[in-house]
């Protein structure tokens, strides 16, 4: 039997204008994010009722690649200083900012192309329009 790991971290944090929440969620040691603008900072059983309400609803990026560090069994005291590091490090990942980036920029090229498609059809009709009443004119001679 195959064996998947998911696992899930919100870290909320002030940007200098809203305070904001980036889900990062690794699955199968691959890492999607997903970024949410909460505006005034939220409680913690606001951040506990937005999870349990709207944890399906939200929409994470395309998963990245995520490398892993080697998982060796280390001295407690050790994970402990790590894991408060991590606790003081200011903002996301770079990772799940990275991921953020490139489904903005893969949306920016569909809305792109959505648009130059929209434009090519109006020219389109406007010439069959034009050409309709080139036509009517002659007809009435």
């Known amino acids: 039997m195959r064996e998947i790991r998911v696992s899930s971290i919100l870290t909320v944090y002030h940007d200098g204008q809203f305070w904001v929440g980036m889900f990062e969620r690794t699955e199968g040691g691959k890492l999607s994010a997903c970024r949410i603008v909460f505006g005034a900072e939220p409680s913690n059983e606001e951040i506990s009722q937005f999870i349990c309400k709207r944890w399906n609803s939200l929409r994470f990026t395309e998963p990245i690649a995520r490398e892993s560090a080697p998982s060796i069994a280390r001295n407690p005291k050790r994970r402990q200083r790590e894991a408060a590091k991590e606790l003081a490090q200011r903002g996301p990942s770079t990772k799940a900012q990275q991921a953020l980036s490139e489904e903005r920029e893969t949306l920016a090229q569909q809305r792109k192309a959505e648009q130059r498609e929209q434009r090519e059809q109006e ?16 007809r009435g001679k």
């Open 123 to 138: 020219k389109r009709q406007q010439f069959e329009l034009r050409q309709q009443k080139r036509k009517q004119k002659h």
